[in-house]
């Protein structure tokens, strides 16, 4: 168990702790008028993509797959992508939503991922399926965490799923078997002792990206529509994904901006 000392206000420490027994936390956003203004934008170019006239945005959303096939879905996805990202106040915008939960979190001075995800899974949807993984195996830094946003409320199979911090030591500590297999093989060994997380419009997700997590076919009656995107120290280390390349730093203090322009004057 990990102590924070006197340093850390009582909140601060017991969200850290929590934070590193849970592998996730889950708050009411920080700013829900620019959550609505992000739902609405999303489920006008969603509207506008396919042609048709979209009033209240989560039912919308919620019942997108009655007005398209699955064989659009990743033109729409990749459509609204790059309408959001192409936005100046959006990427501001989806850090004020936890930016006290991240500074918390992760630290004050921060570098966020270039682009925001979306992911769009229809009901009964098999080609929208995230394997379990964890982004730790394949490049990413171990200092990275996930905010990850619903636009409409999810539970059930039309959300993600976590494995907790000690299943994932104990699958780590017998990681050797998995070899040879495949990706669904681990899912059925851990399959039990998996979190789903239930989170509502509303409401933002924080989680550790070092711990297994995907999602599963869609059983549910509704359309699950979700963003994600990294966050990290500035300073802390990185592994493929770089500064500059796919992060970029938001919060730089002064006197680090005063300390990496510094040039110690010559003598000769």
């Not at 996730?24 to 048709?52: G, P, T, W």
């Amino acid at each position: 168990m990990t102590t924070f000392g006197t340093f850390f206000s009582r909140e601060e420490a017991e969200l850290s702790q929590l934070f590193i027994e849970q592998g996730y936390l889950i708050r009411k956003v920080e700013d829900a008028d620019m959550l609505h203004a992000i739902q609405l934008f999303v489920s006008d170019c969603a509207a506008k993509f396919l042609d048709i006239n979209a009033e209240e945005p989560i039912e919308f959303l919620n019942s997108v797959h009655k007005f398209i096939k699955v064989e659009q879905l990743n033109s729409l996805r990749l459509h609204v992508i790059t309408k959001i990202n192409s936005e100046p106040w959006f990427r501001e915008g989806y850090f004020r939503l936890a930016r006290n939960l991240l500074e918390t979190i992760v630290g004050n001075e921060l570098a966020m991922q270039a682009q925001i995800s979306l992911s769009v899974q229809l009901p009964m949807d098999q080609s929208s399926l995230l394997p379990v993984h964890a982004d730790v195996w394949s490049g990413d830094s171990p200092f990275e965490v996930v905010v990850w946003l619903p636009l409409v409320n999810c539970f059930g199979t039309k959300t993600m799923f976590l494995l907790p911090p000690e299943p994932t030591h104990n699958l780590h500590a017998r990681f050797k078997e998995f070899e040879h297999k495949t990706s669904e093989d681990i899912y059925k060994s851990i399959e039990s002792d998996l979190s789903w997380i239930r989170i509502n419009y509303g409401e933002v997700l924080i989680f550790n990206q070092n711990l297994p997590h995907g999602n599963r076919v869609n059983e549910e009656s509704e359309s699950r529509w979700s963003m994600n995107c990294r966050f990290k120290a500035v300073f802390s280390p990185y592994f493929d994904k770089k500064l500059g390349e796919f992060f970029r730093p938001i919060t730089l203090r002064a006197a680090s901006r005063i300390g990496m322009a510094y040039r110690y004057p010559r003598v000769r």
